[in-house]
Structure formats: structure tokens, C-alpha cells
């Protein structure tokens, strides 16, 4: 009768560290994947919302298309955030539209922005 006393108090002793063991390895195994998560989304962002494209002051449409294909990628939110490649916009996270030079161009315009002559 003592026996099967101290036997299952020796279980339960050894459940009990199994347990809280498995919980502070969970624990650790939790807080590494969580860095690894945040340092991916913050290279991410840092590749994706490229703050350069905010344009400032008066806008050289034709610069800004730097292949010269006629067409700029404008927010149409923001309508200074244009950028020569498909992208998000850094300040609304907005996906850019393809437009012709012409269309950003009336878009600038209709909203106020300055334009270099041309
Ligand atoms: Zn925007």
C-alpha cells in the first residue's frame, strides 16, 4: 500500500518536470521564430516600400521613366509617388498603377503638383 503511494508520487513528480519542461522549450522554440518572422517582414517592407519614389518639389516625369517607355507606375492616392517600376506606395501601401506620362502628368496637375516644363 506505502508502495504504490510513493510510486505515484514518483510519476507525478516526473510528469510534472516533463511538463514544465516541454512548456519553457515551447516557450524559447516560440520567441526565436518570432525574431525570425519580424527581421524577414522588416526586409520586406524595407525592399518593397522604397521611400525614394515620394516625389518632391517639381516633378521631371520624363526622368522618372527611366526606360523610356512612355509609362510611370503612380499612386492614385498620392499622386507625387510615381515610380519607373511596379511597386507599393511607401505612405499608403497602396499598389501603383501603370499610366502613360500623359495620364500622370493631368493626375499632377488636377491635384495641384508641379511639373518641369515639358
Ligand atoms: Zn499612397
Given at each position: 500500500m506505502k508502495n504504490i503511494k510513493v510510486k505515484n508520487l514518483v510519476l507525478f513528480v516526473l510528469l510534472g518536470l516533463m511538463c514544465s519542461s516541454a512548456l519553457s522549450f515551447a516557450q524559447r522554440k516560440g520567441r526565436l521564430t518570432h525574431s525570425t518572422h519580424n527581421h524577414k517582414t522588416k526586409a520586406q517592407k524595407e525592399q518593397m516600400l522604397d521611400?525614394?519614389?515620394?516625389r518632391k518639389g517639381i516633378i521631371d516625369l520624363q526622368t522618372i521613366d527611366?526606360?523610356?517607355?512612355?509609362k510611370v507606375f503612380q499612386d492614385q492616392m498620392d499622386w507625387?509617388?510615381?515610380?519607373d517600376k511596379p511597386g507599393k506606395c511607401p505612405l499608403c501601401k497602396m499598389v501603383l498603377s501603370e499610366v502613360t506620362l500623359e495620364v500622370a502628368k493631368k493626375n499632377l496637375l488636377a491635384n495641384g503638383f508641379k511639373l518641369n516644363a515639358k
Open positions: 521611400s525614394t519614389i515620394v527611366m526606360n523610356k517607355d512612355g507625387n509617388v510615381i515610380s
